[in-house]
């Protein structure tokens, strides 16, 4: 946009005589005052040049039909001034509308056609600019640059600050001239929110404001630009501006929309790398489980092309989550995010093999690392992290040989599924802690049904009837007992109730299951029922 501003700088000579708040009017033309009734002809966004009719013309009424018209401003000389009130002039300082005067040995013409030319380049000097920039852009492609050298070359030459960012404004490339990190702590999508002097990008969508403490501290206004492409969004461009000032116009605006297309094929190439890479390894996964005979040599020898140095002995580890949400291109996305964010977090993360199987995330995790469930529950907070996950259970087999790759899988599974159906607030249970129940379970992760029909019609079913029926806890009563091994004290501490209350409890349950949970074999069997109910998550 051609402003009153930028006629003040192509011709230097013009100098601002009053309404100098009025130097962003626009510019689309320069008209010569001919006619007193010039305002009749006007169609808007003209730059008058009067002389004599401006001595005889110029009052607050005409200022007033001018701004109606739209008109930019109004060039003359000193000479057709000098007659005029003052009032006059301070009212155009009242309404922002500009008198320009131009040297008195200068002729209209000299002072038009520098500004006619300069508007009329104005259109080919944007596209020879753009068209620089765009070939700058794949330039840096071709020579694979990073988006952060890519953001920093955007910014060169400006006083802006460049960042793209991915759907969860996660930064993933960064123009070196700002602290972005620092700028964008703590700001997710809900910062985000459309600003009233947002311009529209040519796929429609308008432009965002962020703001957090860090951009008020720092003056700054920062417009989130959509990165769009087939109706996809992929992710945002960020661009900062000093307070006061608006959303991006012109050229600066074409610019973000060529950097769009360019950081959205990033994107596009980014998530289906990342998105074959996870199924090739699925496939290797599947290779390792489809080998009837596996030996450690042919572990190593399917495990090769993920350049991963192999060891003797692993946890099998599986998180398993609910289904995403979002579209294929943001769960993409945040599994590359998550990937590197592993890569920089995690130590030793070149010994750590990963697969995605089914609803979930299968780690092989060498035992011979220490620490194994600090390193899990760190894995478990970066996955929450990225792919904003939140009912993750964790299971954890017990270590094993590559050779096991079923079992391995077949037990962290287990594991996390009770974690799951358990509900508990420990997030990681490790395939030892189903105890017996463990042995009980087929390949599919079930227990057989009539073992469990059995148990439970013989030792938990009849206390729930009495329980319901009776409003009682007897349920609850042989349950905490079982748990505390029978000890009377620790019963009567967690229930708060007298022991005569609990002996005369443990007496009821006793008739109603026909047994006496004090022997060996009945405590077995009622630790047993209730350990199976708490794998299928019946527990009370």
Request: glycine letters at 6%.
């Amino acid at each position: 946009m051609f402003t009153v501003a930028d006629a003040v700088k192509v011709d230097g000579s013009l100098h601002v005589l009053a309404g100098s708040t009025g130097l962003s009017r626009k510019i689309t033309s320069v008209t010569i005052m001919d006619i007193p009734d010039i305002a009749d002809w006007l169609t808007g966004f003209e730059l008058l040049i009067g002389g004599v009719l401006f001595e005889n013309t110029l009052s607050k009424e005409f200022i007033d039909t001018l701004i109606v018209k739209d008109v930019a401003g109004i060039v003359t000389k000193s000479k057709f001034t000098e007659r005029l009130p003052q009032e006059v002039f301070s009212y155009c300082d009242e309404v922002g509308f500009p008198i320009l005067l131009a040297p008195g040995d200068m002729n209209w013409g000299q002072v038009m056609n520098p500004i006619i030319r300069t508007m009329v380049g104005a259109p080919y000097r944007a596209i020879e600019d753009n068209q620089h920039f765009h070939q700058e852009l794949m330039n840096s492609v071709i020579a694979g640059e990073s988006l952060s050298k890519i953001c920093s070359t955007t910014a060169t030459g400006s006083k802006l600050g460049v960042a793209i960012a991915d759907s969860d404004l996660y930064l993933v490339g960064a123009s070196d001239n700002l602290d972005w990190k620092l700028l964008l702590k703590g700001a997710d999508r809900s910062h985000l929110s459309l600003s009233a002097t947002s311009q529209k990008s040519s796929q429609g969508a308008g432009a965002a404001e962020i703001t957090t403490s860090a951009t008020i501290e720092a003056g700054l206004r920062v417009f989130a630009y959509p990165v769009e492409f087939n109706q996809t969004r992929y992710g945002w461009i960020l661009v900062t501006s000093l307070k006061g000032e608006e959303a991006l116009q012109g050229l600066e605006l074409t610019q973000v929309q060529t950097l769009s297309l360019f950081v959205a094929l990033h994107f596009t190439r980014q998530n289906e790398i990342s998105s074959a890479t996870r199924k090739f390894n699925s496939l290797l996964l599947e290779v390792l489980l489809s080998e009837a005979q596996l030996t450690p040599e042919g572990a190593r020898r399917i495990l090769s092309p993920l350049k991963k140095k192999i060891h003797s002995g692993y946890y099998f580890v599986f998180l398993s989550h609910e289904e995403f949400a979002d579209s294929m291109v943001t769960m993409n996305s945040r599994m590359s995010l998550f990937q590197g964010m592993c890569e920089r977090n995690i130590l030793r993360w070149e010994h750590i093999i990963m697969f995605e199987h089914r609803r979930g995330q299968l780690f092989l995790i060498p035992d011979s690392l220490t620490d194994i469930e600090a390193l899990v529950l760190k894995i478990r907070e970066l996955y929450v992290k990225a792919l904003h996950v939140y009912e993750v259970p964790v299971g954890v087999s017990g270590p094993m040989p590559l050779s096991d790759t079923a079992r391995g899988l077949s037990e962290s599974m287990r594991a996390a599924d009770y974690a799951r159906r358990k509900k508990a607030s420990r997030s990681l249970v490790y395939y030892s802690d189903l105890g017996v129940i463990r042995f009980l379970i087929d390949n599919e992760g079930n227990l057989d049904a009539n073992l469990l029909t059995r148990m439970e019609d013989m030792y938990l079913s009849p206390l729930v009837a009495h329980d319901t029926q009776y409003g009682s806890e007897l349920r609850k009563t042989l349950e905490t007992y079982i748990n505390n091994n029978r000890s009377k004290v620790l019963t009567e501490q967690q229930l708060c109730i007298h022991k005569n209350t609990l002996r005369a409890r443990i007496e009821k349950i006793n008739k109603i299951l026909s047994c006496d949970v004090d022997t060996s074999e009945d405590f077995f069997n009622i630790q047993f029922a209730l350990k199976i109910d708490e794998v299928l998550g019946r527990a009370s």
